[in-house]
């Protein structure tokens, strides 16, 4: 024996014919496949729960569309209360308290917090919209990745994924690489198809349905629709924000702004109603200009005149030149105060079509609910999950997007490392 070694003689000794107990298990190998904000936050409590993770995204860098999103602000959750924030979800045949609960394991809060632990304050806006105090996502991401990367997470980026195998354990397949990678699990977050420069192009359906698995058609959701503006009228509405507004399509009621454009409208109040005009055959909105006036109240307002009745909306009823080009084209012209004042508080405006989708802020559509069982995996392929976009749910901005995404991801990463 060598002076110094006896410790460690006999130390190794006492595992003579030694057995690893058979309930002792090796880490879980995950694999999350996207590194936007459902996948990373996916690993992030997978690798927390003590599995090893491998985020594999198709780009030369992770986040590409979180950074997209934070250019005008990163909008990252909302103040709303618990049963209002879970109302603005739908999708497909969604299960009706999934939101509520998966909600409930992230919400607001906890997404504010996990943003301070990471050394970014936030504040809310007057209207509920919470944004870090530095507004962009750079950073934030960069913090994040950091974190991710010191407690263990491996990337590997420029992994376009083109399939798997079903088994134990799980073959994934890439682009351009002759590995086959094996993993314990597989959490899927291959976003939807809207901003599809950042990798979210929708490419992963075609690979899930050759695999037995239902996906809901990719659609524009939280985008601008098109009208046939005449050029005059263009000339006229074209960046000309109209504020205050009730707007209808249908049954559904939004109370906001419109923002007209070389194509046709576009703004938070058109990406509520999307949902709803994209079910109707011959999709429209009606438009109340003066929400806070009655019919009788703006037709005494012009009880002495007796033509230019446009001119006249414009001074007495302060009503914008852009609306009352929407109007004059729409339904004009006008020889009455009484027909104006029916069609100010309810001006239709027929719409063409959403824009495409690779303009639109996010999309509807992708796996359908009826493949997913309540932890997010996949019943056709167990040990595979899905997060985020790529699932068919849909919701506002304001930010419950980004909410939706980070809490599946949590929800799908947990089950994961649990399997």
């Known amino acids: 024996m060598k002076p110094g070694n006896e410790g460690v003689d006999f130390f190794l000794s006492g595992f003579h014919g030694f057995q690893i107990p058979s309930d002792v298990s090796a880490p879980k190998s995950i694999a999350v496949i996207g590194g936007g904000p459902a996948g ?138 002759a590995t086959a990678h ?8 291959l976003g939807g198809g809207s901003w599809p420069e ?22 524009s959701a939280n985008c601008g629709w098109e009208v046939a503006w005449t050029p005059e009228t263009r000339s006229r509405v074209e960046g000309q924000g109209l504020h205050n507004l009730h707007v209808r399509a249908g049954d559904t009621l939004a109370i906001g702004e419109l923002m007209p454009v070389r194509y046709g409208i576009q703004g938070t109040l058109i990406y509520q109603l999307g949902r709803t005009l994209r079910t109707m055959p011959s999709p429209e909105i009606r438009i109340d200009f003066k929400p806070t006036f009655s019919t009788g109240q703006l037709v005494r307002k012009m009880e002495s005149v007796r033509c230019n ?20 084209q729409f339904h004009g012209p006008f020889d009455c105060s009484e027909k104006l004042a029916a069609e100010v508080k309810d001006c239709r405006i027929p719409l063409l ?32 999950f899905c997060a985020g976009e790529m699932i068919d749910w849909e919701a506002p901005t304001g930010g419950f997007l980004l909410q939706g995404c980070f809490a599946t991801g949590m929800r799908a990463g947990r089950a994961a490392a649990k399997l």
């Open 40 to 177: 990373l936050r996916a690993a992030e409590v997978a690798v927390q729960a003590g599995a090893l993770v491998t985020v594999y995204d198709a780009k030369r860098s992770v986040g590409r569309k979180f950074l997209v999103a934070g250019k005008s602000g990163l909008n990252l959750t909302n103040t709303a209360e618990p049963g209002k924030f879970a109302s603005m979800y739908s999708g497909g045949e969604m299960p009706a308290n999934f939101w509520r609960d998966c909600l409930a394991e992230f919400d607001s809060a906890a997404l504010r917090k996990w943003a301070f632990d990471l050394g970014v304050e936030t504040f809310a806006s007057s209207g509920g919209k919470v944004f870090p105090v530095m507004k962009k996502a750079a950073p934030l991401l960069r913090r994040w990745v950091a974190r991710l990367r010191s407690a263990g997470v491996q990337f590997a980026v420029n992994h376009r994924w083109s399939g798997l195998r079903p088994g134990t354990p799980l073959t994934v397949l890439f682009e351009n690489d």
């Open 182 to 189: 094996e993993h314990d699990a597989v959490v899927l977050a």
């Open 198 to 219: 950042t990798g979210s192009d929708g490419g992963w359906g075609g690979i899930l349905q050759s695999l037995g698995i239902s996906v809901c058609e990719l659609r």
């Open 309 to 328: 009745f446009i001119a006249e909306a414009r001074i007495r009823w302060k009503l914008p030149d852009a609306a009352c080009a929407m109007l004059e």
């Open 353 to 384: 079509a959403p824009r495409p989708i690779a303009e639109a802020i996010s999309s509807a559509g992708g796996v359908c609910w009826s493949e997913l069982d309540e932890s997010l995996m996949l019943k056709k392929l167990p040990g595979v």
